[in-house]
């Protein structure tokens, strides 16, 4: 087995989660990684929200972009539900601080924040190496957001799957795309079979 990435959780100014990312830099650099996802900038409780908190994430997925450097591996940055970064035009604010950080697309995280992905690849197309690929149904009865996240095919987005795949093919993408489900009324091989139907009817 290939170990395509770890996720990784850093944000706004926490140096003990940094230094934790820093270690585990280290031991996916055993299993030869070559690209780490990072998510970062969750708000605390009450935290008053502005621009500076781009700067402050930038620098800090700075400095974890050049420790993994040392290991011949990239930091891709992963924007997210309930983080700091969620849609395309907070990636635009936070890439405004970085210059060797790397991006993570993920299909249903920016769309269900209002964001075309495939936008998304063509703002990026020379920072992206590594994409999560995901779906989300808005109309559902849930107690979590992430129950939102449902197989390939069965979400309510619209999420244009194959043009965002051509899109990474036109643009020379040769990295993991990973198929991620967070949570299933099914089982996972169930969930998985599904959504590996969907991408056969695709044509891939």
């Known amino acids: 087995l290939v170990l395509a990435s770890l996720s990784i959780i850093i944000g706004l100014g926490n140096r003990e989660k940094l230094e934790e990312a820093k270690r585990k830099v280290e031991y996916a650099a ?10 970062g900038g969750f708000p605390k409780e009450g935290m008053n929200l502005d621009e500076s908190h781009f700067e402050v994430l930038g620098k800090e997925l700075e400095e ?15 924007p997210h539900i309930s983080c700091r970064v969620e849609t395309k035009e907070d990636i635009d604010k936070l890439f405004k601080h970085t210059k060797s950080t790397k991006l ?14 495939i936008q998304v690849l063509d703002a990026y197309k020379d920072k992206i190496v590594y994409v999560h690929l995901k779906d989300w149904r808005k109309e559902k009865e849930v107690n979590h957001y992430w129950e939102h996240f449902v197989e390939l095919g069965e979400g309510d987005l619209g999420i244009d799957f194959s043009g965002f795949l051509t899109k990474l093919e036109q643009i020379g993408y ?14 996972p091989l169930k969930s998985a079979k599904i959504s590996r139907q969907y991408l056969k009817r695709l044509g891939y």
């Open 104 to 117: 993570c697309p993920d299909t249903a995280h920016l769309a269900a924040k209002g964001s075309d992905p």
């Open 64 to 78: 974890l972009s050049r420790h993994a450097c040392k290991f011949s591996m990239e930091v891709a940055f992963h």
């Open 174 to 187: 040769e990295g993991w795309i990973a198929v991620e489900l967070d949570s299933t009324t099914r089982t």
């Open 30 to 39: 055993e299993f030869d990684v070559k690209a780490l996802m990072v998510c």
